[in-house]
Structure formats: C-alpha cells, structure tokens
C-alpha cells in the first residue's frame, strides 16, 4: 500500500513540476497545488501507514496510530490553501491589469 501511495505522490509531483514551467499562470498555481497535495502523501507515508487505535491511552490497547504525521498534514493543507488563495488573487489581478496570463508576455520578452 505505501508502495502505490508513493508512486501517486511520484506522479503528482512530476505534474506539479511540468505544470510550474508553463507559461500560462493558472497552470503555474495549478502546479503548486499539486506540490503540496504530493508533499502531503509524501509526509502520510513516511508516517507509516499503520492502523490502530486513537492515540488515547486507556488500558488495553497497545497498538497506537502516530498523530504527528497528520498533524503535520492538517498545517500544511491550511498553509497551501492559503498561499493557493494568494496566488490566485495575484493571477486574477495581474490578468486585469496587463490584459494577459502568458509569462513570457508579461517579463516583456519581445521574441516570444
């Protein structure tokens, strides 16, 4: 099972990386999003994926589920929803402003 979760965490990050070097900033935002989805299967993974109880101790149980790893995860999910929520804001401006979304467009390369 951590095998398959680490090849889909494979995939999304070689989406993300493909997605950040377009020139389109929508399919850059698009990209560090899936960044950050795969950083998140990355860092379930490594936490081992174990089942077990809540970790709560009470008599009886000895086989406990780390919290950590989703501790970690529940921050990073409300980080990247944020930075997601800023760069789409900054894409939506800037496409108002410059009447363009292309990159190279907006660096002011003139060959392109």
Sequence with gaps: MEIIILILAGILFA??????????????????ALLSHGAHLFILTMGKLKRGQPPIIM???S???????????????????????????LAYRTANENNSDDMAQLRGDEHE
């Design 59 to 61: 008599e009886g149980i």
């Design 63 to 89: 086989d406990y589920v780390d919290p950590l790893p989703q501790a970690l995860i529940l921050t990073s999910i409300v980080i990247s929803f944020g930075v997601t929520s800023l760069l789409l804001v």
């Design 15 to 32: 989406t993300a990386i493909y997605n950040l070097l377009q020139k389109q900033l929508l399919r850059i935002i698009i990209g560090t």
